[in-house]
């Protein structure tokens, strides 16, 4: 079965502290894994995928397969990093629909 | 390019009525899909289309839903004689352009609520 599990649904860290968004997926073959962010009023965007490798924004997030975790980190927090975080999979072959987990909004305090 | 656009933004109707939720892909791309996001919840795949075809519609409810990308105009998802558990938001997403195209662009979505 392809689930994605987003163990937290509300996280609130102080500005400047270090951040860390959980995900775990189950998924039979090799997945695409993905972090979509929603800002307030503002429609669901890709904020980074995990076979670009990129740190977006100053976030990463590692494909850990023997945990089958991905993971979204950011050293720093600001506040303009408060939003509704949702982690993603699709199968790799073709254009494939997205199993998204529920969600975790975060909340970045000054 | 304006992006996945989607209309109505917010949809009220009674319970038996129709609803018809539209949704335009950004200029280039081939694929549309629908989720569905119920209150509490994450987003739920419905349908996958591309042109005049449905690639995938595991996720669409036996019953009462329907959906379309006609070779001209919008995709359309069509439910008939609605329910209140029916009440959810609906997004849209466009992707398989050519230089992405395996990445889904979203629209901002329509509340639908059933009294």
């Known amino acids: 079965a392809q689930r994605v599990t987003q163990p937290e649904k509300l996280l609130s860290v102080f500005k400047g502290a270090p951040v860390e968004l959980k995900c775990n997926y189950s998924y039979s073959g090799s997945p695409e894994l993905f972090w979509y962010v929603q800002y307030s009023r503002q429609r669901l965007q890709l904020l980074l995928r995990h076979i670009s490798r990129e740190s977006i924004k100053g976030f990463t997030a590692d494909l850990n397969k023997g945990e089958t975790s991905f993971h979204l980190k950011k050293p720093f927090a600001q506040e303009e990093d408060s939003a509704m975080y949702y982690c993603?999979?699709?199968?790799?072959?073709?254009?494939?629909?997205?199993?998204f987990g529920q969600g975790t909004r975060l909340t970045i305090n000054p | 390019n304006a992006g996945v656009m989607q209309n109505p933004r917010h949809l009220v109707r009674r319970r038996g009525q129709e609803a018809r939720l539209r949704c335009s892909p950004m200029?280039?791309?081939?694929?549309v899909y629908w989720y569905r996001q119920l209150p509490e919840e994450g987003l739920k795949f419905m349908v996958y289309l591309q042109k005049e075809n449905i690639i995938d519609e595991s996720g669409m409810p036996k019953e009462r839903f329907s959906a379309e990308f006609p070779k001209e105009g919008p995709s359309i998802l069509r439910i008939q004689q609605v329910v209140r558990g029916d009440s959810a938001a609906y997004f849209c997403?466009?992707?398989?352009?050519?230089?992405?195209?395996?990445?889904?662009?979203f629209g901002p979505g329509t509340r639908l609520t059933v009294l």
């Open positions: 993603a999979l699709s199968g790799r072959e073709g254009a494939q629909k997205l199993v």
């Open positions: 997403a466009s992707g398989g352009s050519l230089n992405s195209y395996n990445e889904q662009f």
């Open positions: 200029k280039g791309h081939s694929h």
